[in-house]
């Protein structure tokens, strides 16, 4: 079954760009399904980033599009993220997941990253 | 976007309760709903997709109803294992998922 992990740097100043990489094992990211970014600002629900195929077409949340790139390595099976111009708005857990049959059916663990 | 609205925000049941979960959506969303549990510092985790289909491996005590804008998830008789706050989740805009606010459910 597919795993995924995250990692990145759990701290990030204001005005910086943040970036996360998650890792995919147990199967091919060339596999028929989306792979996207949530993230969970701490003590609140989920907020869906966006996503990309593995023909590199994405799609963003509106409110975040101006500041997002989710990028794939097919050499390396990963994913990233990157977003530009933190605010404090922006620590939150961030998760990388699969979107399969428009349901996120596996997720990472997670990874906190603090702006600050 | 579609607005996800869940409730109750929170609810406090005992072991071998029945309880139910209400997600309403703000435009008609066909049978495009999932849910999630989420333990403390846990990841989410699929429970149910398409609005009653139980993903692999979920115990037979959860069930899913609804379609249009008015979904439930119910849960016939809780365990310990089953406090923890769920999230519904609508998949009609593929352009724009969105979450509920979430339910926590908390051991009476």
């Known amino acids: 079954q597919v795993q995924l992990q995250e990692s990145g740097p759990g701290l990030v100043k204001p005005s910086e760009t943040l970036s996360l990489t998650c890792a995919v094992s147990?199967?091919?990211?060339?596999?028929?399904?989306?792979w996207t970014w949530v993230r969970q600002p701490p003590g609140k629900g989920l907020e869906w980033i966006g996503e990309?195929?593995?023909?590199?077409?994405?799609n963003y949340n509106p409110s975040l599009k101006s500041r997002v790139t989710i990028s794939i390595d097919k050499s390396k099976n990963q994913f990233s993220l990157k977003l530009n111009s933190v605010t404090a708005a922006d620590t939150a857990v961030y998760y990388c997941?699969?979107?399969?049959?428009?349901?996120?059916?596996?997720w990472g663990q997670g990874t906190l990253v603090t702006v600050s | 976007d579609i607005q996800m609205t869940q409730s109750p925000s929170s609810l406090s049941a005992s072991v071998g309760d029945r309880i139910t979960i209400t997600c309403r959506a703000s435009?008609?969303?066909?049978?495009?709903l999932n849910w999630y549990q989420q333990r403390p510092g846990k990841a989410p985790k699929l429970l149910i997709h398409?609005?009653?289909t139980l993903q692999s491996g979920v115990p037979s005590r959860f069930s899913g109803s609804g379609s249009g804008t008015d979904f439930t998830l119910t849960i016939s008789s809780l365990q310990p294992e089953d406090f923890a706050t769920y999230y519904c989740?609508?998949?009609?805009?593929?352009?724009?998922?969105?979450f509920g606010q979430g339910t926590k459910l908390e051991s009476k």
């Open positions: 997941t699969s979107l399969t049959s428009r349901r996120f059916d596996y």
């Open positions: 147990g199967g091919s990211i060339s596999r028929s399904n989306w």
């Open positions: 990309i195929y593995q023909s590199g077409s994405t």
């Open positions: 435009q008609s969303i066909s049978t495009y």
């Open positions: 398409d609005v009653y």
């Open positions: 989740q609508q998949s009609y805009n593929t352009a724009m998922y969105t």
